[in-house]
C-alpha cells in the first residue's frame, strides 16, 4: 500500500477551490470504489493561501468587493460572474450566495492548520467543508469566531478545545504564516492548486479542473503505484 498525499493549497474565499474540491472528492469517491483502494491510500493535506492578505477581519461587503475589486465596478460583468458560479455550483452540489462579508481568512487557516496537525486529515476535512459551505452557501463572515466555532463543531471537536484555540489568535500563528510563505516559495501564485505525491513522479493540477481530469490523475497515480 503506498500512501499518497494530496497537497490541496486553498483560500476559504475563493469560489474555485470550493468547487475544486467538490469535484476531487468525487473523484476519490469514484476511484476508491475500484481496485485502486487496496493500491493507494489517498490522504488530503490542506495548504494555507490568502487572495487578499491586506484585508481586515472586519472586512466588508463581499457582492461590492468582488464587484469592484474584480469587474471594474460593472454590475452587467458581475451579473455574468454569479450566474455563471451559480450554474457551476449547481453541478457540483453548491448552492453559491453573494452577499455577506468578506474578510481576512487567516484565523481560519490557523484552525484549519492547528486541527489537521493535532485530530488528522478527516476533521481539517470537515472542517474545510464546513467552512466552505458557510461562506458561500450560508453568507456568513469567513473567519469569525462564530463562524471558526461553528465549523469546529461540524467536525466533531470538543467546543471547549475549540473556544480555546480560537480566542487564542496567536495559537499556531506564526507556524500558518510560514507554511503561507512556503506556499509562495513553492512557486504557488494562485488557487485551486493541487499537488498529487506519487512513487515516480507528482502530478500538479492548476485551477477548478472537471472530475475526469482529477480521476485521470489519481489513476495515473495508482498505475504507477506498483
Known amino acids: 500500500m503506498y500512501d499518497s498525499t494530496i497537497n490541496f493549497t486553498l483560500d476559504t474565499i475563493c469560489p474555485w477551490t470550493y468547487l475544486a474540491k467538490r469535484r476531487l ?39 461590492d468587493w468582488y464587484k469592484k475589486s474584480k469587474y471594474g465596478d460593472s454590475e452587467e460583468k458581475m451579473k455574468m460572474y454569479t450566474t455563471l458560479m451559480t450554474a457551476y455550483g449547481i453541478s ?8 455577506g462579508t468578506v474578510a481576512n481568512t487567516l484565523q481560519a487557516h490557523r484552525v484549519i492548520q492547528y486541527f489537521q496537525e493535532s ?18 452557501e450560508e453568507e456568513k463572515h469567513p473567519s469569525s469566531h462564530e463562524t471558526l466555532l461553528q465549523a469546529c463543531k461540524d467536525a466533531g471537536i470538543d467546543e471547549t478545545e475549540a473556544k480555546k484555540v480560537i480566542e487564542d489568535e496567536s495559537e499556531g500563528l506564526q507556524d500558518t504564516k510560514m507554511k503561507i510563505r512556503e506556499q509562495a516559495g513553492n512557486g ?14 507528482d502530478i ?11 480521476m485521470k490523475a489519481l489513476q495515473q497515480i495508482v498505475k504507477e503505484s506498483g
Do not use: C, H, W
Open 25 to 63: 472528492d468525487e473523484a476519490l469517491r469514484r476511484v476508491r470504489e475500484t481496485d485502486a483502494s487496496s493500491k493507494v491510500k489517498f490522504i488530503i493535506a490542506y495548504q494555507p493561501y490568502q487572495l487578499n492578505p491586506e484585508a481586515t477581519q472586519e472586512g466588508e461587503d463581499k457582492y
Open 92 to 99: 457540483a452540489g453548491i448552492n453559491y450566495k453573494f452577499g
Open 119 to 136: 485530530k488528522g486529515p478527516e476533521t481539517a476535512d470537515k472542517l474545510v467543508n464546513s467552512l466552505y459551505k458557510q461562506y458561500f
Open 188 to 201: 504557488v501564485d494562485s488557487v485551486p492548486f493541487v499537488m498529487i505525491e506519487g512513487k515516480r513522479r
Open 204 to 214: 500538479t493540477i492548476l485551477g477548478a479542473n472537471e472530475v475526469e481530469d482529477y
